[in-house]
């Protein structure tokens, strides 16, 4: 778990990071855009930090679910791949769905 804790982690500072570049950029977007500079980019920056924020959250509950559920889904998935990898999968999908349209 402490492993798991340390990745998550991880992520968290990279999207942190990667939102802090992405709010440098807009001190830049009057040169690259003339008649509207900030059109496109308000756009790609609330996309971009959306992603960014739902990254380490997307993580962080699918270990959650995991850690809530009877078993071991992630020991699991290791010996029936197809069965836990469909529920897994079933679970990012819908974790990534409500981060998304929320």
Known sequence: MKREF??????A???FLGLLAIISTTLYSP???GDDPYSLLRYTLIRLAAALIAAPFLTGLMLAVDFVTPGDW???I????????YVMASVVLVIGAILCWT
């Open 78 to 85: 290791r010996h029936d791949p197809k069965a836990c990898s």
């Open 31 to 33: 040169l690259i855009m």
């Open 13 to 15: 500072v990279t999207a």
């Open 6 to 11: 340390i990745h998550v982690l991880l992520l």
């Open 74 to 76: 992630m020991e699991s």
